[in-house]
């Protein structure tokens, strides 16, 4: 293959001849210093707080402090090849991303600059980074559920479109898994999904994307990446650039999910960025406006109203944790912007209890209203039992003598902790959850030894897949009924009648 | 604010000694309003540091010291300027010094200019061209500027060989360039632009198999 150079030259050609001279009229400062990511220009005078400014080399900066003689401006991009004395040209504009379809599918940068060596982004429209968030009258209460599909997460914290719910938990806790499940099980909701990683890995990252190719999920899946090593503006402007991108597939009626990996490494790029701009700190060292930082971010998950097409936008926030501490400052107040949180515990993981989830103090604020109404009725008290069942064996753990009613309650709830194990990157559908949950709370598993339980839930979804397909389809039919799977709904008998059927031929494992 | 070519040193620009200048120049212009020799006194001031300063390395770096007393410094001051300069002026060098703040007798020049310029709604261009231009153009260009921006505008020109034709004006932090240069560097941009897009459409027009 050769490039031909007449091709090249006569479209040169005419460009010459169309090109019209006009005055080029700018607004120009001076670099002051620069260094770790930032630079001080003097002049400038005009500027806007968030208007991009060029350096030489067509490096992209951001106006960040206005002062009474000097502007304070983030660079993205390779602050080292900017010089003292450089001139600074203001863009009369602000910073925007390309958005739309193309890219779907795309590993990128905060700015929209490919990193995965499928060649540029040909898309043709734009939308600003920071936009302020759709107003009351824009928006309807959230009404659809996002299925996860991972069973404790559906059945006791449910997420519904639009809604925004925190995954918080100390390192290796199973955070990242969690988010990453909940993106392989949109593979045929139509939901388009955005995982935003903010100062982490590049191994962890090249990880995480290999896992959504393996599986299909980047087919319908932006990766935004500022690693580790990028320059603090970059990830600290990550998280926007990624809702930016989100916006314009919900605006258009569509749905997105939106996962932040992580907020607490944004805040920390952003306490980097403050305090070299000098902006006085204040608790744990964060400037002042870290909250809004936050709060601006997530109030852009919005549920649309009618009108406006219903689209919307889920987000899944991830903060993590040093030792369990949820009281710190970025915690508090992500836990405070959320409408409910996963709080993921270290000891639980290690018990094996996957995905490690504390059922007593996660909880799902708007959730609810959204649920499937089948697994509304089957799971309602679930939450609560849960915490109790943990209350209880942590006294019956003293070795005192039990009664009967007290040692059947353990057993189902042992059970029921078997039950909601999950192996990673294996999304359950819906109708399977409720059908298990069903039957777990209702104990058609308590003469199944404990141990046996996986391998009960595992043979029994085949038996139903395979042989009683009809009673999937008949449960399938009916979730949204206010009555499935509850008193004497038609599905509850077809599922009990499945169960007998099965629990007849399991041989439990001696 | 367009700083004197002579006392133009951008990379040294130092926001914090400008801060001082402002508040000293402020101070200046009021004695000389109450004075009523404003003009005059500004005069001296630039002068000093324009013509002056930059010849007798000793002096500034003799004022600067912090190692030498006042009473020798006022002594130096007397000896050098009684003669020439207006008692104001002495003053408030001898004030300078007394406040260890000499170092900043360039930031104040520039911030008296600075506001000098603002009080009688008046601005500096400077006018930048590949060869010597004639007043005339000169007049031109200020009656446009002066249209443009209602106010009164005083142009300087300056040479600059890189531009290779054009003008380019600088009021303040806005530049008009009309330059060669920026025009050629334009046209190759777009033109860049524009081929990358061509060739994104239809990569067959300019491949040949």
Not at chain 1, 149 to 178: F, H, N, S, W, Y
Not at chain 1, 206 to 220: D, F, H
Not at chain 1, 394 to 415: C, E, I, N
Request: aromatic share 6%.
């Amino acid at each position: 293959m050769k490039f031909s150079a007449d091709e090249i030259a006569s479209v040169i050609q005419q460009e010459i001849l169309q090109y019209e001279s006009e005055i080029d009229v700018r607004e120009v400062g001076t670099v002051l210093e620069v260094g770790d990511g930032i630079a001080r220009v003097h002049g400038l005078t005009g500027v806007a707080a968030g208007e991009m400014v060029e350096f030489p080399g067509g490096i992209i900066g951001l106006a960040f402090n206005l002062e009474e003689n000097s502007v304070g401006t983030i660079i993205l991009g390779d602050y080292l090849k900017i010089n003292e004395g450089d001139q600074v040209k203001a863009l009369k504009q602000l910073l925007s991303v390309p958005v739309g379809k193309e890219v779907i599918g795309r590993v990128i940068d905060p700015l929209g600059n490919p990193l995965d060596g499928k060649g540029p982004i040909n898309a043709t429209k734009r939308r600003p980074v920071e936009v302020i968030a759709a107003g009351v009258a824009e928006r309807q209460p959230v009404s659809e559920p996002l299925q996860t599909g991972i069973k404790a997460v559906d059945a006791m914290t449910p997420i519904g479109r639009g809604q925004r719910e925190l995954i918080i938990g100390d390192r290796k806790t199973g955070k990242t898994a969690i988010a990453i499940d909940a993106i392989m099980n949109q593979k045929d909701s139509g939901v388009k999904c955005f995982y935003v990683a903010v100062g982490q890995k590049d191994s962890s990252v090249a990880g995480v994307i290999k896992i959504l190719q393996e599986s299909g999920a980047l087919e319908y899946t932006t990766v935004i990446v500022s690693g580790a090593s990028s320059p603090a503006p970059l990830q600290y402007i990550a998280p926007y650039s990624g809702t930016a991108m989100a916006e314009e597939f919900m605006w258009n009626g569509e749905h997105c999910l939106v996962v932040y990996d992580d907020l607490s490494k944004q805040a920390v790029a952003y306490r980097e960025l403050s305090l070299l701009m000098r902006r006085p700190p204040g608790r744990e060292a964060y400037p002042g406006d870290v909250f809004y930082c936050h709060s601006r971010l997530l109030e852009r998950s919005v549920k649309l109203s009618k009108e406006l097409g219903g689209g919307s936008i889920t987000s899944l926030p991830i903060i993590e944790t040093l030792e369990g501490e949820v009281s710190a400052y970025i915690p508090t107040n992500v836990i405070s912007i959320t409408d409910g949180q996963i709080y993921l515990q270290p000891d639980l993981f290690f018990k094996g209890v996957r995905p490690a989830m504390n059922a007593g103090i996660s909880v799902s604020r708007v959730g609810g209203a959204a649920q499937v109404r089948a697994m509304r009725n089957v799971a309602g008290g679930l939450r609560l039992d849960l915490a109790s069942f943990r209350e209880l064996e942590a006294f019956a753990q003293l070795g005192t003598d039990l009664d009967a009613a007290t040692q059947s309650k353990l057993d189902r709830g042992y059970r029921m902790v078997e039950l909601l194990k999950q192996k990673q990157y294996k999304p359950l559908n819906v109708v399977d959850q409720v059908i298990v949950i069903y039957l777990g709370t209702n104990g058609f598993l308590d003469q199944v030894p404990v141990g046996d339980v996986q391998r009960w839930e595992a043979e029994f979804l085949s038996f139903l897949h395979d042989k009683r397909k009809d009673v999937w389809n008949l449960v399938n039919q009916h979730k949204a009924d206010s009555a499935a799977m509850k008193g004497s709904h038609e599905t509850v008998k077809a599922v009990r009648d499945a169960a007998t059927e099965f629990n007849k031929s399991f041989k439990a494992s001696s | 604010m367009t700083m004197d070519p002579k006392t133009e040193l951008p990379t040294v620009f130092d926001s914090e000694q400008q801060h001082i200048g402002n508040v000293y120049a402020k101070a200046l212009i009021g004695v000389g309003q109450a004075r009523g020799k404003l003009e005059s006194l500004l005069e001296e001031l630039h002068s000093l540091v324009v013509d002056v300063l930059p010849k007798v390395q000793n002096l500034r770096s003799v004022l600067e010291s912090p190692r030498i007393s006042l009473p020798a410094k006022s002594a130096v001051l007397d000896k050098a300027f009684r003669a020439k300069a207006s008692p104001e002026f002495l003053n408030f060098l001898k004030l300078l010094c007394h406040k260890h703040r000499f170092d900043c007798v360039d930031a104040i020049d520039r911030a008296a200019k600075k506001l000098f310029n603002e009080m009688r709604n008046r601005d500096e261009a400077v006018l930048i061209t590949a060869f010597e231009v004639d007043d005339e153009i000169r007049q031109r260009v200020r009656q446009q500027l002066e249209k443009m921006l209602q106010k009164e505008v005083e142009v300087r020109s300056e040479v600059d060989e890189a531009i290779v034709g054009g003008f380019i004006v600088k009021v303040g932090d806005t530049v008009f360039d009309g330059s060669l240069v920026n025009q050629l560097q334009q046209v190759r941009r777009v033109a860049v632009e524009k081929t990358n897009l061509e060739i994104r459409k239809s990569i067959d027009r300019f491949v040949t198999p």
